[in-house]
């Protein structure tokens, strides 16, 4: 069977349910999503209780805001990398250095209200290091491999079937960006290239970010060249 994937915007960043053996959700968006994502669980005819693991690919705001509200209302477990577990259990906000001229900009900006940004803060039950994760324990015929750059904890859920979820190591368009291309935000530009390079190297297929739509192979090859 085909791995399902269901996309929601969950304040503004796509997160994403993998169902196929087993079910997993992929982020918990900005704060206050909680109402949001079970009406989408809903449309989708999911159960809370089925999604068994909460697989955060990094850990800034809008990726962590609901991880709690989520986490008690489906009873799972929260997996997250070590390097940015502390945003979440100690309800840090966080906003990375601008790469762009844009990023800059937003970063300026955005830092302005960093300490008016609240979000409940979790327990991570599963914490990812160097190694990879394979996610056959959850019924998904995948793995979450580390892909740091965006941020020193970012990761990436990638299938058998080469359909990456990459988190913010990409974006797709306003307000980040004005097309597909490397973020606006990094704290290891080069050291997200290498992440890039090595995940192309495992015959990734088709690319599933946070901030629009999917990006094709083609475009990110072309943009860490």
Known sequence: MATRIVSMDLGNTNCFVLQDKGTILIDAGGPKQGKKFKAELEKASIKPEDIQLILIT?????????????????GAKLAMHEADKENLE???????PGVTTWGKVLHAILSLFESMIKFPTSTVDIVLGADEMSLEEYGIQGKVIPTPGHSAGSVTVLLDTGEAFVGDMCMNGPPMRLGPGLPAFAVDLPGLKASWKALLDRGVKTIHQSHGKPVSVEDMSKAIA
């Not at 809008?62 to 986490?71: L, P």
């Not at 100690?90 to 990375?96: E, H, M, Q, V």
């Open 90 to 96: 100690k309800g840090l906000a966080r906003i990375p």
């Open 58 to 74: 990094h850990g800034h705001f809008d990726h962590i805001g609901s991880a709690d509200e989520i986490k008690k209302l489906t």
